[in-house]
């Protein structure tokens, strides 16, 4: 294997930005930090020009990119073009995300993410399943026509071994009493949303073993002064994680900075709930029978319901600079370390660590992405248009 120096970035760790530093790959995984003018003689060096080096972006909640959905190709080559529309913008590692719909088709999504991990297609870590054991109430662009209760025959399908991580999003309150705690023994990370649960039941759902709430704020009960909700239990919680859309319009920046200022930084996760037209001019997609317009970065149906997202990662980290006021080394935290955390992956990405594989994004100056590596391997189709990489032996 070629040792490979990433050089001229500053390099973004969890505890401070690091000038003059040099990023060491070697075979798919990296081999550490060292002074720019200090590399191993033998390395290949890569002269980035500027800007910042961070861990990969890893998104929780991606329903499709590239003019693709999930649950309209649930196959490998659906995956293949939703992860290549996401990875020009800074994401290395995704859960696709497969809204409510029946047993059949997210059995054929499940199948599908095994044999895209057995493929080796780059980025996939695993499955999202968000629904259908949501309330109705609370179904925000959601289906209820294919809402059903989180049975014992839907538990044995859900925990059945596969590849990657598996993420259920749930409505608590649905959920019988034992369901969360049987799906977190089978490795299964179980996601509270779209619900109508206050404040008690969400408390016994985190005793259960759940681990997260499917963007905050949205789709759930709110904080209030004799009922905390679910808002207020996911905010004095301090175990738990929470993702976040900040795209200006899921979610006003304030209640966000309020959040993080309950909170801390720490469980906040940026989020995309990204649909098909990612990485595309498209104007209008359909949904689950429904049509859905684009316009100035909101995607909603006919009668002005929010229809996930047309925001990427790197979007959602220059917003998270710009809306909520956090240093980047905090958005970096919220885009990487902190999702690999929740989806329990944290031992093996996330942070620009030794021994972590090198899942890598180099932001411009301008905090455009130029460049990404997943597992070493280098893609230079990204959102900003650059020089190609000056390469050199290292001096």
């Not at 608590?172 to 990370?189: C, D, F, Q, Y």
């Amino acid at each position: 294997m070629t040792l490979t120096a990433l050089c001229g970035a500053q390099v973004v760790t969890p505890a401070a930005i690091l000038p003059g530093t040099a990023l060491l790959i070697d075979g798919g995984r990296i081999a550490g930090l060292c002074a720019s003018d200090a590399c191993p003689p033998d390395a290949l060096r890569i002269d980035l020009h500027g800007g910042f080096l961070l861990p990969g972006f890893i998104d929780t909640q991606v329903n499709g990119g590239g003019g693709v959905l999930f649950n309209d190709a649930p196959d490998v080559d659906g995956l293949r073009t939703i992860m290549a529309a996401h990875r020009r913008f800074g994401t290395t590692g995704m859960m696709p995300t497969l809204i409510s719909d029946d047993l059949a088709a997210i059995e054929r999504a499940i199948d599908a993410v095994d044999t895209a991990i057995a493929a080796g297609v780059p980025g996939i870590l695993g499955i999202h399943i968000e629904g259908p054991f949501l309330n109705a109430d609370k179904r925000g662009i959601h289906d209820p026509g294919k809402f059903r209760l989180l049975d014992d025959a839907a538990i044995a399908f859900l925990t059945r071994p596969g590849r990657g991580v598996r993420l259920v999003t749930l409505a608590p309150e649905l959920a019988a009493p034992g369901t969360i705690r049987a799906l977190r023994a089978a490795g299964v990370v179980v996601a509270a949303g779209h619900s109508m649960a206050g404040y008690a039941a969400t408390r016994e759902a985190l005793d259960e073993g759940l681990s997260g709430f499917t963007h905050l704020f949205n789709a759930m009960t709110q904080l209030g002064s004799r009922e905390p909700g679910m808002v207020g239990a996911a905010l004095e919680d301090r175990a738990s994680f929470f993702g976040l859309i900040v795209d200006g319009h899921h979610v006003a920046p304030a209640s966000l900075r309020v959040a993080l200022a309950a909170r801390g930084p720490g469980g906040a996760m940026l989020v995309t709930d990204a649909m098909s037209p990612v990485g595309t001019d498209a104007t209008r997609f359909t949904l689950m029978g429904r049509e859905i317009t684009v316009k100035d970065g909101v995607c909603q149906s006919a009668d002005g319901t929010l229809a996930g997202s047309a925001l990427s990662m790197a979007q959602a980290v220059r917003n998270a600079v710009e809306m909520l006021g956090v240093d980047l080394v905090t958005a970096s935290a919220m885009a990487s370390g902190n999702p690999a955390r929740f989806l329990r992956i944290a031992d093996r990405t996330g942070t620009l660590a030794p021994g972590l594989a090198a899942d890598i994004v180099h932001l411009n100056d301008a905090m455009a992405v130029t460049r990404t590596w997943i597992g070493g391997a280098l893609s230079e189709g990204a959102e900003a248009g650059q020089a190609a990489a000056e390469t050199s032996p290292a001096r």
